[in-house]
């Protein structure tokens, strides 16, 4: 939607094309510029310029306020077309102005008045597609339906059709119209960016671009094409990719900044720019623009702020699988940051809903819905069945490799687990309690009991150091790595005296003196363990130590201080 402010300045090659040629040493005489040549260059400043200047030097002109209203308007300057518009009913009481002035409103997205407006206007082909598209925004199935078999076979009409279609995501059914309407009018060039469009929605983007080449030879400086460009480079590349498109349009403007003038190409750099000035540009566009929306969620979730992101998705009723999907996330991740059962539920059904559907279930996304579905069911073996039969496609991807990986690590597969976390390269991510946690079970159960302890070394000093302790000594335990056992349990009983500390610490000592004795350790891990034992006040220590230990090392001739 063009909103106040957002018009292109004509090019200024065209603006010298248009003057009129002098011959050499002659003075060019001052002629006022034609209304019709601007309409017919688009160039509406020019037009709302010259209209606006006839109408202070009152000269006359044949319905002057409607052409104002109507440059206006199309300069994307609504509010000032109600003027010009209010201004006309004043002198000539059209009741027709009333479906213009809806227009307007319609623009500005103040639907309910639009829809009030139009109805003070006779019945007309206009009114009616006005009608049809305030009862679509309003949610009124019924209105719709009224309006709908009020529609006729005119291009006007069939082409409002199209556009809901496309708005309630019936991609194919508005691909259909267009398609019909360019057949019967080959030189209708802009229903090429609209077939482009509906192409793009349905994820074929070497066919958007494909069709929209068609227009962009006819138009190349055009905004919404080139826009529409630069997006299917976005999906098929990355965001450079995309924003090196959108030059075209900086060097054919002969404005200062064509981004800051425009709306949508705002909107989309946040996008290329992965989030850079989301909180600046995007809220203002939530109700112009419906990708904001999303896309301002995405930019809460990815600075984990989940209950922003609940607030903006709550109340949007999906249409679509990526709006169905990111509703998922959105419930899962509140879900998890607040302990919700509610919405851990609501987010597993979401992702059922499009990973079972007959269109997504073989899709990547269908399937990673799926186990996405399972995961949050715990029901891990499932979760690896899909996981597996994507996972060529997500090779370098972290957010795949920490889910596969844990996964796995869930399911008992703790050497594909540790190989998958160990790929992961974010470092925000490696920094995480989950994932050291869980690369460190991997690590002792792929009997790696030394690379688990490093782990904890290399940790500062706090209650997640505390809690990886904790794991590593129950589970070196365990695995039967007694001596990492024992080191852990010795930590954590200066930390904190609970006699399961020492019980634990006990136990380990007694494995690493029975391995010792059974030749499966080294007898200076014996000596490491009595130093430990020895920092115990425990009673039972001096029996271990002299009564036990010291009497096989004596009769086994093992130096044991």
């Not at 301002?296 to 922003?308: F, G």
Request: glycine residues 4%; aromatic residues 10%; hydrophobic residues 40%.
């Amino acid at each position: 939607m063009i909103r106040p402010g957002t018009s292109l300045t004509k090019q200024r090659q065209k603006q010298r094309s248009a003057a009129p040629k002098v011959a050499l040493g002659k003075r060019a005489e001052a002629s006022k510029p034609s209304l019709n040549e601007f309409l017919n260059n688009c160039d509406y400043v020019g037009a709302v310029t010259l209209l606006e200047f006839e109408r202070r030097a009152r000269e006359e002109r044949k319905d002057l306020l409607l052409w104002l209203a109507y440059s206006c308007f199309h300069n994307g300057d609504y509010k000032k077309a109600i003027d010009a518009y209010d201004d006309a009913m004043k002198k000539d009481n059209d009741p027709n102005l009333h479906a213009y002035k809806a227009c307007c409103l319609y623009a500005l997205t103040q639907y309910q008045e639009a829809e009030e407006e139009a109805n003070k206007a006779p019945n007309s082909p206009l009114k009616t597609r006005i009608l049809f598209q305030t009862a679509h925004k309003r949610n009124d199935e019924s209105a719709m339906m009224a309006q709908h078999q009020s529609l006729t076979d005119s291009k006007e009409d069939q082409l409002c059709l199209a556009a809901i279609q496309y708005l309630r995501s019936h991609f194919q059914e508005a691909t259909e119209i267009y398609k019909k309407l360019l057949v019967e009018e080959r030189e209708d060039w802009a229903l090429n960016v609209y077939i482009a469009l509906c192409y793009y929605k349905l994820d074929y983007y070497d066919v958007a671009l494909e069709i929209l080449q068609t227009y962009l030879t006819q138009y190349p400086n055009s905004i919404t094409a080139v826009n529409l460009k630069a997006c299917s480079h976005y999906q098929l590349y990355n965001g450079k990719a995309a924003e090196a498109e959108l030059k075209v349009l900086q060097q054919a403007s002969s404005s200062g900044n064509i981004f800051q003038e425009h709306d949508l190409l705002q909107h989309n750099l946040v996008v290329f720019r992965n989030g850079e000035n989301a909180i600046q540009v995007l809220p203002p566009l939530l109700d112009i623009i419906p990708e904001a929306r999303l896309n301002l969620v995405i930019y809460h979730l990815r600075l984990n702020e989940a209950t922003e992101a609940y607030n903006l998705i709550k109340d949007l009723e999906p249409s679509v699988p990526r709006e169905y999907i990111l509703k998922g996330v959105v419930f899962a991740a509140l879900g998890q940051q607040t302990g919700s059962r509610e919405h851990l539920k609501l987010a597993q059904q979401l992702f059922q809903l499009v990973g079972a559907s007959a269109s997504e279930c073989d899709t990547i996304p269908g399937r990673q819905c799926m186990a996405s579905c399972f995961f949050l069911l715990r029901q891990f073996e499932d979760v690896l069945v899909y996981l597996k039969s994507i996972k060529p496609y997500f090779s370098n991807d972290d957010d795949f490799n920490w889910n596969y990986g844990i996964t796995c690590a869930a399911a008992g597969d703790h050497k594909e687990a540790k190989e998958a976390l160990l790929q992961i390269q974010n470092e925000k991510y490696r920094a995480e309690f989950c994932y050291l946690s869980w690369l460190t079970r991997c690590y002792i159960m792929n009997n790696e009991p030394n690379m688990a302890w490093e782990t904890y070394v290399r940790m500062d000093t706090s209650n997640e150091s505390f809690n990886l302790l904790h794991l590593i000594a129950n589970d070196c335990y365990k695995m039967g790595h007694f001596y990492y056992a024992c080191k852990a349990f010795d930590v954590l009983e200066r930390l904190d005296p609970d006699p399961e500390f020492w019980e634990g610490k006990r136990g380990a000592a007694v494995g690493v003196f029975q391995r010792v004795v059974a030749g499966k350790e080294k007898a200076d891990k014996l000596q490491e363990v009595v130093n430990l034992l020895r920092s115990s006040n425990n009673p039972q220590v001096e029996y271990m130590i002299n009564r036990v230990m010291k009497k096989w090392a004596k009769d086994n001739r093992v130096k044991l201080d």
